[in-house]
């Protein structure tokens, strides 16, 4: 109660957890910051040895194994998380003045967000999900109206009547020095079509693949289709070329001069048919690094949306490693090879849910079953396990495409049965929501029965819905192995 009562009777800080080692288990203040320095580098070795040393010196202060067990789980799990006290309270007093600002000037935090991270690809996307989930409006780049950063301009469409335009240092092959010359340009009048811009932005800092990536992600759609402006790029640098050193020549004619002739420049661009929606929506993939107007899957991804017990951006390792998991996505970089033992196919996927990037891994079982699903850029919704050894992936013991998750069980010459499901007390919460999300994705003809055993009262549920048990029977023993 000393050491805890301040945080009521949890462990909050590292100073905490040394008290705990020197009350229970006799721990010097020399072994205790040893104990300090285990829980901050999170090193499971030098933790494993410390676990032994404190259940030994607390046994020997009179505390039973149980005990001792249990309070090492606590310093054991608190090592994910904890802090000195000194770095929680300044960790505290961020998360109090972001969380007022994002509360009470939502568009201006989200803008600022962006800014901040705009050079990070895996981030960017989660904020731009979370500020349309407020209602916020995100523009892509405008030549016209775009600055280094993400701005806020009037909109009555969004949140406060305030929108986010993209910013240009968040746009791919766009640099600090073609920003600067676009910037000093368009502070003296506004670029009125490409072949104005053309004419007068210096051309060895904005270069023809800087100058693509803007048309290609949008920047110049107000003047004309993006076929029409790449079909005629060349052309139009050529001649501003020819324009600018005509300009910059020494040599003076006496009918003519220098000074420009105060008439309105115009596009003379070659027609063509615009890109399909799909390839558009490709180049703000390949450019932002995500889809931002749309989705070329989006119906699709909206039925994810509703099925995924969590987000890639969301699958933490410390927290879910070895845990079943439902997530959806695009299939990207998808690899097939041949196992050494058995000479099977497997295969390794990236799956993309537009909130970050996650490895799969398919094991041979798995991908005969599953094989005609594993197509590169398919939707997919697959159920896995957590891992984590060099890198992030998910094991996948399950995989349907998303279409397949509504429909109504398809009708076999097999008899429906009913399986009984047992439970304990003790299976968490994340595990109970797992085992649901596995259930709604596997429909089936077979009747489930939950028993939630609670002390000597057995609570039955009836599963209001028929699944297809034999597809999943192995990842649910494998999910409830420690449960029932």
């Given at each position: 109660?000393?050491?805890?009562?301040?945080?009521?009777?949890?462990?909050?800080?590292?100073?905490?957890?040394?008290?705990?080692?020197?009350?229970?288990?006799?721990?010097?203040?020399?072994?205790?910051d040893?104990?300090r320095?285990a829980?901050?580098?999170?090193k499971?070795s030098?933790?494993?040895?410390?676990?032994?040393?404190?259940?030994?010196?607390?046994?020997?202060?009179?505390?039973?194994?149980?005990?001792?067990?249990?309070?090492?789980?606590?310093?054991?799990?608190?090592?994910?998380?904890?802090?000195?006290?000194?770095?929680?309270?300044?960790?505290?007093?961020?998360?109090?003045q972001?969380?007022?600002?994002?509360?009470?000037?939502?568009?201006?935090?989200?803008?600022?967000?962006?800014?901040a991270e705009?050079?990070?690809?895996?981030?960017?996307?989660v904020?731009?999900?979370?500020?349309k989930?407020l209602?916020?409006?995100?523009?892509?780049?405008?030549?016209?109206?775009?600055?280094?950063?993400?701005?806020?301009?009037?909109?009555?469409?969004?949140?406060?009547?305030?929108?986010?335009?993209?910013?240009?240092t968040?746009?791919?092959?766009?640099?600090?020095?073609a920003?600067?010359?676009?910037?000093?340009?368009?502070?003296?009048?506004?670029?009125?079509?490409?072949?104005d811009?053309?004419?007068r932005?210096?051309?060895?800092?904005?270069?023809?693949?800087?100058?693509?990536?803007?048309?290609?992600?949008?920047?110049?759609?107000a003047?004309?289709?993006?076929s029409?402006?790449?079909?005629?790029?060349?052309?139009?640098?050529?001649?501003?070329?020819?324009?600018?050193?005509?300009?910059n020549?020494?040599?003076?004619s006496?009918?003519?001069?220098?000074?420009?002739s105060?008439?309105?420049?115009?596009?003379?661009?070659?027609?063509?048919?615009?890109?399909?929606?799909?390839?558009?929506?490709?180049?703000e993939?390949?450019l932002?690094?995500?889809?931002?107007?749309?989705?070329?899957?989006?119906?699709?991804?909206?039925?994810?949306?509703?099925?995924?017990?969590?987000?890639?951006?969301?699958?933490d390792?410390?927290?879910?490693?070895?845990?079943?998991?439902?997530?959806?996505?695009?299939?990207?970089?998808?690899?097939?090879?041949?196992?050494?033992?058995?000479?099977?196919?497997?295969?390794?996927?990236n799956?993309?849910?537009?909130?970050?990037?996650?490895?799969?891994?398919?094991?041979?079982?798995?991908?005969?079953?599953?094989?005609?699903?594993?197509?590169?850029?398919?939707?997919?919704?697959?159920?896995?396990k957590?891992?984590?050894?060099d890198?992030?992936?998910?094991?996948v013991?399950?995989?349907?495409?998303?279409?397949?998750?509504?429909?109504?069980?398809?009708?076999?010459?097999?008899?429906?049965s009913?399986?009984?499901?047992?439970?304990?007390?003790?299976t968490?919460?994340?595990?109970?929501?797992?085992?649901?999300?596995?259930?709604?994705?596997?429909?089936g003809n077979?009747?489930?029965?939950?028993?939630?055993?609670?002390?000597?009262?057995?609570?039955?549920?009836?599963?209001?819905?028929?699944?297809?048990?034999?597809?999943?029977?192995?990842?649910?023993?494998e999910?409830?192995k420690?449960y029932?």
């Open positions: 109660k000393p050491v805890l009562s301040e945080t009521y009777g949890i462990a909050v800080y590292q100073e905490q957890a040394l008290q705990i080692a020197n009350v229970m288990a006799g721990y010097s203040l020399g072994e205790a040893i104990l320095r829980i901050g580098k999170k499971k030098l933790m494993f040895k410390e676990k032994i040393k404190f259940i030994k010196q607390s046994r020997a202060k009179g505390y039973t194994k149980e005990i001792a067990d249990r309070v090492w789980g606590y310093i054991e799990k608190f090592a994910g998380y904890g802090f000195n006290k000194a770095h929680a309270t300044a960790y505290a007093m961020i998360a109090y972001t969380a007022y600002l994002k509360v009470n000037y939502p568009v201006e935090f989200m803008a600022a967000l962006l800014t705009s050079n990070n690809k895996d981030k960017i996307p904020a731009v999900e979370e500020a989930r209602g916020i409006k995100v523009y892509p780049p405008d030549i016209n109206q775009s600055d280094v950063g993400f701005i806020i301009f009037k909109d009555k469409a969004s949140l406060n009547s305030k929108a986010i335009r993209f910013g240009f968040a746009i791919k092959n766009v640099g600090v020095a920003i600067e010359a676009i910037l000093v340009e368009r502070r003296k009048r506004q670029f009125s079509c490409l072949t811009f053309c004419e932005v210096d051309q060895q800092k904005v270069n023809k693949k800087v100058l693509e990536s803007l048309i290609q992600v949008g920047a110049f759609d003047f004309a289709k993006r029409q402006m790449l079909l005629s790029l060349e052309l139009l640098r050529q001649q501003a070329a020819d324009s600018q050193k005509t300009k020549s020494p040599q003076v006496l009918f003519k001069t220098n000074e420009p105060g008439g309105v420049v115009k596009d003379n661009l070659a027609d063509s048919e615009e890109f399909n929606k799909t390839d558009l929506l490709n180049f993939k390949q932002l690094g995500f889809y931002l107007t749309d989705h070329p899957l989006a119906k699709s991804m909206e039925q994810i949306k509703k099925l995924v017990s969590h987000r890639v951006a969301d699958l390792p410390d927290t879910l490693i070895n845990q079943t998991v439902t997530i959806g996505g695009v299939i990207k970089n998808l690899k097939i090879i041949i196992t050494k033992k058995g000479n099977k196919e497997m295969a390794f996927a799956l993309d849910d537009n909130s970050g990037t996650v490895e799969l891994v398919i094991f041979p079982k798995i991908f005969a079953a599953t094989k005609s699903i594993w197509i590169n850029d398919q939707p997919v919704l697959v159920t896995g957590v891992d984590y050894k890198r992030l992936a998910v094991i013991d399950n995989a349907i495409q998303p279409a397949e998750a509504d429909q109504p069980a398809p009708q076999t010459s097999a008899k429906p009913t399986h009984t499901i047992y439970l304990n007390q003790d968490p919460k994340d595990v109970l929501v797992s085992l649901n999300q596995l259930f709604q994705v596997n429909p077979d009747q489930i029965i939950i028993q939630l055993k609670n002390g000597t009262d057995v609570k039955k549920i009836d599963l209001p819905y028929t699944i297809n048990f034999a597809s999943i029977k192995g990842a649910i023993d999910l409830l420690n029932q």
